[in-house]
Nanobody, 119 residues
Framework: QVQLVESGGGSVQAGGSLRLSCAASGRIFSINTMGWHRQVPGKQRELVAVITSGDNTNYADSAKGRFTISRDNAKNTVYLQMNSLKPEDTAVYYC?????????????WGQGTQVTVSS
């Protein structure tokens, strides 16, 4: 099992910044991907940004140029720096951890943290 603890959500005005953190503990896999997804009521959860254990990154088009994902492998923690926030970034943000085991991929989600951007 992997436990994910998220922090850093909150309320901010448009144009502001927030930094999300997600710390993983438990069964940590050497090959893994950590990332952030978000969801608003009535819509599907969508990818925001992911980063692999090899530091390869992938961003949603909506996040490119404004958000930066990074990780500290020593702390098993992933960060999402969000700048120039817009009201449409308002959502619950979920941390995701995918770990490659010997026979299959393991997939874990955090409890979610609310981000609210006011105009």
């Amino acid at each position: 099992q992997v436990q994910l603890v998220e922090s850093g959500g909150g309320s901010v005005q448009a144009g502001g910044s927030l930094r999300l953190s997600c710390a993983a503990s438990g069964r940590i896999f050497s090959i893994n991907t950590m990332g952030w997804h978000r969801q608003v009521p009535g819509k599907q959860r969508e990818l925001v940004a992911v980063i692999t254990s090899g530091d390869n990154t992938n961003y949603a088009d909506s996040a490119k140029g404004r958000f930066t994902i990074s990780r500290d492998n020593a702390k098993n923690t992933v960060y999402l720096q969000m700048n120039s926030l817009k009201p449409e970034d308002t959502a619950v943000y979920y941390c995701n951890y995918k770990g490659l085991g010997s026979t299959r991929m393991y997939d874990y989600w955090g409890q979610g943290t609310q981000v609210t951007v006011s105009s």
